[in-house]
């Protein structure tokens, strides 16, 4: 293993004491000033890691060149994606080679006619360092179309309306949205979702009227309740604009119907603590999904449009205990419901008639499936999208009819080194601390030994019940080719096996997902997949947080650690409400106003539990304008443990001057973050080619 004497930076982080007390107890935080981006000494600060960053890497910047160039070669530059048919159009999206972004366009009836380009991002994108298109909405008349842009990578977006018959592009602009338009059915009426300019909540509904100023836009509705987020949507029958209000453990919506936008929406089912549903229309009935009655999985009922409130729902697919229910797509003939067993992605197919109940079949425990873009309830055809740990990514159409898969389209793995057949995948069972078995899914090249000598990235999020599934990564074969195993650890904290395993891994539970990450990573070096010698971890964001974690816990179980856009000042976040995200956390982490919270979350937090000891080598990735994780927990985080830390392992911050949350925008921009890290854990190996 490659071994360096480290040169700690010229400028190191002056330390400025801060006290901060609450419930009798004062913690002094001597890197808080850090958090002005505005001060230029924070910014020289930021500046020097980086340069420390690249010092330290600079004998790996042609190796991270060739990685760069690998994983790129393997991309199909000039792609595009399977055409959808909406309303008497064929949408298509584009990628041209040598181009970073995306085309969007369409073709009237049918994709034999003249092509229309909506958006061309590469020529949007010209003159800035970052550039999303958000959203794009459609005018049901199509001619117009209302789209969203991010220029700052702070997931404010700026709304404008283009005429798509002159391609002019109105003046008028509507800033600060989460960037989701929706149409009412007059093609005047607009109406988006406005945030909180500091919170970065999306907090009130306006309502946009075509060729106006949107000083005047009306304000339709306001979420006062600082734990909820607010949007808008309409259904996928047309006939409504639905505003949905949500927090962790709650849901509201409110409905109007589209084509009397000037109308007043009305209550669905009014917010109940405790009380998760979600909404889809068709025909004349609403169908739900719900844990209403104890339903821990979810349920679905079903209610006439006209009587929503929920005495009214009526089951029809019940409760069960071990099968988590996801999502539904409504046809003219057939439900489909996007099911998980035993952390198994399922889609059922139920026909309206009641003759048929059946599930697709797929013969893997390492797979992804998930039901894809059907804007049409008279389709034979389900459209859905599947791929596994050895098995690129696919569009699939399943016809209700003849029974039959037909894959509209495969992701192409450029480069000819690539077969399915030279990788191995599988699920195994490690036993945590308090006997519950926790699952986690491999993937290697076929023919290695299981001798304890593989370098292994061991993978978790773990947090909010998201789910990590196990999928195909044509990035991930730059490791995987050079002898390295990849573990998805499927910790508690996500809803991989269940909304229970979700309960059991936030706020006073929280714990079980740090210890259920260390005990898989014992597990696997019991078992020889590695060494602590080779032993890898990676999280991002709250999987950051998971990071900070392990290594103050068991830092000599790992040789190094990735840790990007990391949450690890946990009590100092979750104490400021200004800061974006903090009060809709509450349900998530707890609040630490209330002091049993506050002790709690205190006795994990990653910043307030860094200690003068051995740490692993790490890499800490982050972006100077993220709106989700701010850029000065991890340069507080890395500061600190430059201070304390008794190693002389590697420690390097690399920040993303120019973007935030999702790193850089370009289509092959953010490969070259990956390079990075790649090159620093592949040359902890020894691995340089």
Same mark, same amino acid.
């Given at each position: 293993?490659?071994?360096?004497?480290?040169?700690?930076?010229?400028?190191?982080?002056?330390?400025?004491?801060?006290?901060?007390?609450?419930?009798?107890?004062?913690?002094?935080?001597?890197?808080?000033?850090?958090?002005?981006?505005?001060?230029?000494?924070?910014?020289?600060?930021?500046?020097?890691?980086?340069?420390?960053?690249?010092?330290?890497?600079?004998?790996?910047?042609?190796?991270?060149?060739?990685?760069?160039?690998?994983?790129?070669?393997?991309?199909?530059?000039?792609?595009?994606?399977?055409?959808?048919?909406?309303?008497?159009?064929?949408?298509?999206?584009?990628?041209?080679?040598?181009?970073?972004?995306?085309?969007?366009?369409?073709?009237?009836?049918?994709?034999?006619?003249?092509?229309?380009?909506?958006?061309?991002?590469?020529?949007?994108?010209?003159?800035?360092?970052?550039?999303?298109?958000?959203?794009?909405?459609?005018?049901?008349?199509?001619?117009?179309?209302?789209?969203?842009?991010?220029?700052?990578?702070?997931?404010?977006?700026?709304?404008?309306?283009?005429?798509?018959?002159?391609?002019?592009?109105?003046?008028?602009?509507?800033?600060?949205?989460?960037?989701?338009?929706?149409?009412?059915?007059?093609?005047?009426?607009?109406?988006?979702?406005?945030?909180?300019?500091?919170?970065?909540?999306?907090?009130?509904?306006?309502?946009?009227?075509?060729?106006?100023?949107?000083?005047?836009?009306?304000?339709?509705?306001?979420?006062?309740?600082?734990?909820?987020?607010?949007?808008?949507?309409?259904?996928?029958?047309?006939?409504?604009?639905?505003?949905?209000?949500?927090?962790?453990?709650?849901?509201?919506?409110?409905?109007?119907?589209?084509?009397?936008?000037?109308?007043?929406?009305?209550?669905?089912?009014?917010?109940?603590?405790?009380?998760?549903?979600?909404?889809?229309?068709?025909?004349?009935?609403?169908?739900?999904?719900?844990?209403?009655?104890?339903?821990?999985?979810?349920?679905?009922?079903?209610?006439?449009?006209?009587?929503?409130?929920?005495?009214?729902?009526?089951?029809?697919?019940?409760?069960?205990?071990?099968?988590?229910?996801?999502?539904?797509?409504?046809?003219?003939?057939?439900?489909?419901?996007?099911?998980?067993?035993?952390?198994?992605?399922?889609?059922?197919?139920?026909?309206?008639?009641?003759?048929?109940?059946?599930?697709?079949?797929?013969?893997?425990?390492?797979?992804?499936?998930?039901?894809?873009?059907?804007?049409?309830?008279?389709?034979?055809?389900?459209?859905?999208?599947?791929?596994?740990?050895?098995?690129?990514?696919?569009?699939?159409?399943?016809?209700?009819?003849?029974?039959?898969?037909?894959?509209?389209?495969?992701?192409?793995?450029?480069?000819?080194?690539?077969?399915?057949?030279?990788?191995?995948?599988?699920?195994?069972?490690?036993?945590?601390?308090?006997?519950?078995?926790?699952?986690?899914?491999?993937?290697?090249?076929?023919?290695?030994?299981?001798?304890?000598?593989?370098?292994?990235?061991?993978?978790?999020?773990?947090?909010?019940?998201?789910?990590?599934?196990?999928?195909?990564?044509?990035?991930?074969?730059?490791?995987?080719?050079?002898?390295?195993?990849?573990?998805?650890?499927?910790?508690?904290?996500?809803?991989?096996?269940?909304?229970?395993?979700?309960?059991?891994?936030?706020?006073?539970?929280?714990?079980?997902?740090?210890?259920?990450?260390?005990?898989?990573?014992?597990?696997?070096?019991?078992?020889?997949?590695?060494?602590?010698?080779?032993?890898?971890?990676?999280?991002?964001?709250?999987?950051?947080?998971?990071?900070?974690?392990?290594?103050?816990?068991?830092?000599?179980? =790992?040789?190094? !650690?990735? $840790?990007?856009?990391?949450?690890?000042?946990? @009590? /100092? &976040?979750? +104490?400021? #409400?200004?800061?974006?995200?903090?009060?809709?956390?509450?349900?998530?982490?707890?609040?630490?106003?209330?002091?049993?919270?506050?002790?709690?979350?205190?006795?994990?937090?990653? =910043?307030?539990? !860094?200690? $003068?000891?051995?740490?692993?080598?790490?890499? @800490? /990735? &982050?972006? +100077?304008? #993220?709106?989700?994780?701010?850029?000065?927990?991890?340069?507080?985080?890395?500061?600190?443990?430059?201070?304390?830390?008794?190693?002389?392992?590697?420690?390097?911050?690399?920040?993303?001057?120019?973007?935030?949350?999702?790193?850089?925008?370009?289509?092959?921009?953010?490969?070259?973050?990956?390079?990075?890290?790649?090159?620093?854990?592949?040359?902890?190996?020894?691995?340089?080619?």
């Amino acid at each position: 293993m490659q071994k360096q004497s480290i040169t700690y930076p010229a400028v190191k982080a002056k330390k400025i004491p801060e006290k901060l007390a609450i419930h009798n107890d004062t913690r002094i935080d001597n890197y808080y000033w850090l958090n002005d981006r505005d001060n230029p000494e924070v910014l020289d600060y930021l500046n020097s890691e980086n340069a420390f960053t690249k010092q330290i890497m600079k004998h790996t910047e042609k190796f991270q060149d060739h990685l760069f160039e690998e994983m790129k070669g393997r991309i199909k530059e000039d792609d595009t994606t399977v055409p959808y048919k909406l309303n008497g159009y064929w949408y298509i999206t584009k990628y041209v080679t040598g181009m970073d972004y995306p085309i969007y366009v369409r073709k009237k009836e049918t994709l034999d006619a003249q092509e229309e380009i909506l958006f061309d991002c590469n020529e949007m994108a010209k003159g800035h360092a970052y550039f999303n298109l958000g959203g794009i909405s459609i005018s049901p008349d199509n001619k117009l179309a209302a789209f969203s842009i991010d220029i700052v990578s702070r997931r404010q977006y700026t709304i404008q309306i283009k005429n798509l018959e002159t391609g002019k592009v109105y003046p008028d602009k509507i800033i600060n949205t989460t960037g989701s338009i929706t149409w009412a059915n007059d093609n005047m009426t607009l109406f988006y979702a406005m945030k909180d300019e500091i919170t970065l909540r999306s907090h009130k509904i306006f309502k946009h009227k075509l060729h106006t100023k949107s000083d005047t836009d009306i304000e339709v509705f306001h979420e006062e309740d600082e734990t909820f987020n607010a949007f808008v949507y309409k259904t996928k029958s047309k006939k409504y604009i639905v505003i949905g209000s949500s927090s962790t453990l709650s849901s509201e919506y409110r409905i109007l119907n589209a084509d009397t936008p000037d109308n007043v929406f009305r209550i669905f089912q009014e917010r109940t603590k405790d009380l998760e549903y979600n909404i889809a229309h068709y025909n004349d009935s609403f169908y739900i999904i719900s844990n209403i009655g104890s339903a821990t999985n979810f349920k679905v009922s079903k209610t006439n449009e006209n009587t929503t409130e929920k005495e009214h729902w009526q089951d029809i697919i019940p409760h069960r205990k071990s099968v988590l229910i996801e999502d539904i797509e409504i046809f003219k003939e057939y439900l489909v419901v996007n099911e998980r067993e035993n952390g198994l992605n399922n889609l059922r197919i139920i026909s309206w008639n009641g003759k048929e109940d059946y599930y697709l079949p797929f013969n893997s425990e390492t797979y992804t499936v998930y039901i894809g873009n059907n804007p049409d309830f008279n389709s034979d055809n389900l459209r859905y999208g599947f791929n596994a740990l050895t098995s690129p990514s696919s569009v699939r159409d399943y016809n209700f009819k003849t029974k039959k898969n037909e894959i509209k389209k495969e992701q192409e793995v450029l480069g000819g080194q690539f077969k399915k057949e030279n990788y191995e995948s599988k699920r195994i069972w490690a036993t945590a601390r308090d006997g519950v078995k926790v699952p986690i899914s491999l993937v290697y090249k076929k023919g290695i030994k299981m001798n304890g000598a593989n370098p292994l990235l061991q993978y978790a999020y773990g947090s909010y019940g998201s789910t990590i599934d196990p999928s195909f990564s044509i990035i991930r074969l730059s490791l995987l080719d050079r002898g390295f195993v990849y573990a998805i650890t499927h910790v508690r904290g996500g809803e991989y096996l269940g909304r229970n395993w979700y309960e059991k891994g936030k706020l006073l539970s929280k714990r079980n997902t740090f210890t259920d990450f260390i005990d898989c990573s014992k597990y696997l070096i019991e078992q020889k997949y590695t060494s602590s010698n080779h032993l890898y971890a990676y999280g991002g964001s709250a999987g950051g947080l998971l990071m900070g974690v392990v290594i103050n816990m068991n830092p000599e179980l =790992y040789n190094g !650690v990735l $840790a990007a856009v990391p949450f690890v000042d946990v @009590v /100092t &976040t979750m +104490l400021d #409400d200004t800061i974006p995200l903090t009060t809709g956390e509450y349900d998530e982490w707890g609040n630490p106003n209330d002091k049993a919270y506050y002790d709690y979350m205190k006795s994990y937090s990653p =910043y307030d539990n !860094v200690e $003068a000891k051995a740490y692993p080598n790490m890499l @800490v /990735t &982050t972006g +100077l304008h #993220d709106s989700q994780v701010q850029y000065w927990e991890p340069a507080k985080w890395v500061a600190k443990l430059r201070e304390l830390k008794t190693d002389t392992n590697k420690l390097l911050l690399h920040i993303d001057m120019d973007s935030g949350h999702g790193g850089a925008s370009g289509r092959f921009e953010s490969l070259k973050e990956v390079a990075l890290e790649y090159a620093f854990l592949l040359d902890l190996e020894g691995i340089h080619g």
